[in-house]
Every structure is written in structure tokens, then in C-alpha cells.
């Protein structure tokens, strides 16, 4: 079993992530672009650390690693890069991003990943993971499954990073995917789903479902949708929102998300998952899907969590349920 790098290992979801993957016994090493930072947090953990930008990694800095997991978003930033990074090298690479480019740009390099022998694993934090393995549940309850609609709801406040990709997310555009191509649809509108408490209004989004939910089920046709409450989404300088919540905010917000699929006769079912905070649920998901792919659960090309691991990886992670409709 090789080591594992955490890059960003010192922003709020990557310091868990590797305070978890510590205290399993994982062999780790954290990464990032600020030295101050990561000599902090490597003398705390007592592990070794690199520093190196994404965009400029030398032969030494991917040496010895089996894993690069990336918490440094926005991903559109980073992602790329160390993504060929990882291919150069014979690394696998697995990162928590929601933003649909990224998932684009991992199936692009899919085939030559998979020549080098390379799994590209995008999505195993909150977003995709539980949805990406819902899809596929739900799906297999329906005979010739032909459209697919997944919606998020956000609870709580906000990370500083998560806004950011966010941002991103919303520059994408708004896509769907109609009989299997993404395309643009500008008027889409905003849809009602229930997540175990009535009905809410879910406003259309382009998440990386869009991809990883075609790959996992092969249903053609797909629409995402997100449902934000309270001060979820941030307005002004995102710069200067706080890392994340507190633990005792995360305590406060379980995570849902709910998939609804239609088969070819018009049947139609649904199923809720809940779990815990999603920010609390990502570290736990990603360090497991990195101490797996280790462990030699891979498949070089581009790849989804719920192809990888199975339609009951997400509720691996205790906390986690689903409601079948």
C-alpha cells in the first residue's frame, strides 16, 4: 500500500480530511502551496508535508505516492493540472469537487489516464458520492430507466470554498443532459421535490451529476436542481466568509439529497438519502474512497464512486439512510 497525499491539507475540509486519515493510521503526506501553513499542521500531525503550486510539480513531488486526494478548490483552478500531474506520475487521482467542468475535463483525459494506467476519481466528498450512489439504486428499480432527476438540499452555513465553487458551478451555465449529449437550456425552470418534509422549490443547477450520474446508470436523460435554505449561499466578497461552520453548526444541518427516476412505461420512483452535515460527511467519504483505491479497488480511466465501489458506498459512512418511494 502506497502514501497517500492530501493536497490542500490546510483549508477546512482538507485539515479533517487529514486529522482523519491520521488517526485510521493511514500513511499520509500533506501538500499545498503555502509552506508556513503546512509546517504548522505537519508538526501537529507529526507527518511530512511538500509544497509545490498545481500547476508546476516537480518529479519529486508525486514520488512515492499512490494517491493524490485535492481539497484545493475552486477546482477549476487546480484540478487540471494535477490531474496530467497524476497521469505523468502513475498516481490515482481523487479530489471532492462539485463543479460540473472538472468532471468534463476528467472524462476528456479518461482514455489516456487509462492508458497510463491511471484511475481519475472526481466527486467522492458529499457531492457526488451520495447522489452518484442513490442514482444507481433507484435506477435498477425501474425496467429501461429513462430520465433521471436529482435534487441537493443545502442546509446551514456555507464554507469560504464551497462558495467559491459555487461560483463556478453557476458560470458553467445552466446544462442538462438530453438523450446523453449536455446541453445548454437557459429557461430551465425551478421544480418541487420532497424531501421527507413536503415539498420544496429546487432551482436548476449544473452539479457534476450530470456527468458521473450518466456514466453510473447510462440514463440518457438527466436534470439536477439544488434547494438552499437559510443563509446558505452567500452574497458579497466571498474572501472574507469564515473557513466553514462550526462542528456545532454541521451538528445542527443534516444533509439530503433526493433522486427520482422515470422508466420508458412512465413508472416512476424516488428515493431520499440523509446523512450527516455535508461538510462533516465529505472527510469521511474521501479518506475511505482514498484508503480503498490504496487498498487496490481502482479502475484506471475516469471513473464514478458509485461504479467503483458499489451503489452502497455512501451508506458506509455512519450516519447515513435511505428512504425508498
Excluded at 439530503?256 to 428515493?271: I, L, N, P, Q, Y
Aim: glycine share 10%; proline share 6%.
Amino acid at each position: 500500500m502506497k502514501t497517500l497525499m492530501i493536497y490542500g491539507a490546510t483549508g477546512y475540509t482538507g485539515r479533517m480530511a487529514a486529522e482523519h486519515a491520521k488517526a485510521l493510521g493511514l500513511d499520509i503526506v500533506i501538500a499545498g502551496r503555502t509552506a508556513a501553513t503546512l509546517q504548522s499542521l505537519a508538526a501537529e500531525l507529526d507527518v511530512p508535508y511538500r509544497v509545490f503550486t498545481p500547476d508546476s510539480p516537480t518529479a519529486e513531488s508525486l514520488d512515492g505516492i499512490g494517491v493524490l486526494l485535492n481539497f484545493a478548490g475552486p477546482f477549476a483552478q487546480t484540478a487540471d493540472a494535477l490531474m496530467r500531474a497524476c497521469i505523468k506520475s502513475g498516481v490515482d487521482y481523487l479530489d471532492i469537487t462539485a463543479e460540473i467542468n472538472v468532471y468534463r475535463q476528467a472524462e476528456r483525459l479518461g482514455a489516456v489516464a487509462a492508458e497510463a494506467g491511471v484511475m481519475l476519481l472526481p466527486g467522492v466528498g458529499w457531492d457526488v458520492v451520495p447522489t452518484d450512489c442513490l442514482a444507481m439504486q433507484v435506477a435498477r428499480r425501474v425496467q429501461n430507466p429513462h430520465s433521471l432527476r436529482v435534487a441537493l438540499q443545502v442546509a446551514g452555513s456555507m464554507s469560504r470554498g464551497s462558495a467559491m465553487s459555487v461560483s463556478e458551478i453557476i458560470g458553467a451555465g445552466l446544462l442538462q443532459r438530453v438523450d446523453g449529449l449536455l446541453i445548454e437550456t437557459p429557461d430551465a425552470q425551478p421544480q418541487h421535490f420532497d424531501f421527507g418534509e413536503g415539498p420544496a422549490m429546487c432551482a436548476p443547477l449544473s452539479f457534476g451529476d450530470l456527468v458521473t450520474g450518466w456514466h453510473s446508470t447510462g440514463i440518457p436523460n438527466i436534470a439536477m436542481f439544488v434547494h438552499i435554505t437559510g443563509d446558505a449561499f452567500p452574497e458579497g466578497d466571498l474572501s472574507q466568509l469564515p473557513d466553514g461552520p462550526s462542528a456545532q453548526q454541521r451538528e445542527a444541518h443534516r444533509a439530503r439529497a433526493v433522486a427520482e427516476v422515470t422508466g420508458a412505461d412512465g413508472t416512476v420512483v424516488r428515493s431520499v438519502i440523509e446523512t450527516v452535515n455535508g461538510y462533516t460527511y465529505t472527510p469521511l467519504a474521501a479518506v475511505e474512497a482514498a484508503r480503498r483505491v490504496l487498498g487496490g479497488e481502482r479502475r484506471p480511466g475516469f471513473e464514478t464512486p458509485a461504479r467503483v465501489f458499489g451503489a452502497g458506498f455512501a451508506e458506509t459512512i455512519a450516519g447515513t439512510t435511505v428512504t425508498d418511494f
